[in-house]
């Protein structure tokens, strides 16, 4: 697998993840509105761990894509 396609799967992971994540906090809402508050309090422990990793992960994929050279056009 080439450097571009473990990028690219990289970004699509971290892109799903961020949908799980929103559509989990959509959800924990619902349930806290349904009156199950303890329930809607373990979905929004659960997502803290992800919340805490999300700038980490985004600052890798950035140097990720940074560190390959540019490329050239021909003109």
Same mark, same amino acid.
Do not use: H, Y
């Given at each position: 697998?080439? !450097?571009?396609? +473990?990028?690219?799967?990289?970004? @699509?992971?971290? %892109?799903?993840?961020?949908?799980?994540? *929103?559509?989990?906090? !959509? +959800?924990?809402n619902? +349930? $806290?509105?349904?009156? $199950?508050?303890?329930? /809607?309090?373990?979905?929004?422990? *659960?997502?803290?761990?992800?919340?805490? $990793? !999300? /700038? %980490?992960?985004?600052? /890798?994929?950035? *140097?990720?894509? @940074? $560190?390959?050279?540019?490329?050239?056009?021909? *003109?």
């Amino acid at each position: 697998m080439s !450097e571009k396609q +473990i990028t690219t799967l990289l970004s @699509l992971m971290n %892109q799903r993840q961020a949908c799980l994540s *929103s559509a989990c906090k !959509e +959800i924990a809402n619902w +349930i $806290d509105k349904q009156g $199950d508050v303890p329930a /809607a309090g373990k979905i929004r422990a *659960s997502l803290k761990a992800l919340e805490a $990793d !999300e /700038a %980490q992960v985004r600052k /890798a994929l950035t *140097s990720l894509s @940074l $560190d390959r050279p540019i490329p050239r056009f021909r *003109s």
